[in-house]
């Protein structure tokens, strides 16, 4: 299984990006997937994520509202559409994905795979 981060970069404050999360050994929608973020000197933060069996999101307050987790089975990739950044945002960004849902998909712990992280800088 691999999971593969792209689209980071630097942005203007209030602007947008859109991560892709290419995937290949599994399909993205039979599996649970989403992102997690880790700033210098913090903890892996979780920011999204995608039910396997159902379309329903969930998302970390601090991004709820401006930042979207979306699939698309034809191109096995998971994305993230991110809005209104703020510096605040500022991470390495983590795609994950792990087998069947858990209630505590907020938790790094629960997910069995991980892409290598794409660095997202919001600055002026």
């Known amino acids: 299984v691999q999971l593969q981060a792209s689209g980071g970069g630097l942005v203007l404050p209030g602007g947008s990006l859109r991560l892709s999360c290419a995937v290949s050994g599994l399909t993205v929608t039979t599996y649970t997937v989403g992102w997690f973020r880790q700033a210098p000197g913090e903890e892996r933060d979780f920011v999204a994520a995608?039910?396997?069996?159902?379309?329903?999101?969930y998302y970390a307050d601090s991004v709820k509202g401006r930042f979207t987790i979306s699939r698309d089975s034809s191109k096995n990739t998971v994305y993230l559409q991110m809005n209104e950044l703020k510096p605040e945002d500022t991470a390495v960004y983590y795609c994950?994905?792990?087998?069947?849902?858990?209630?505590?998909?907020?938790?790094?712990?629960?997910?069995?795979?991980w892409g290598q992280g794409t660095l997202v800088t919001v600055s002026s």
């Open positions: 994950v994905a792990r087998t069947f849902w858990n209630v505590q998909y907020y938790s790094p712990a629960v997910y069995n795979y």
């Open positions: 995608l039910r396997d069996s159902t379309r329903r999101a």
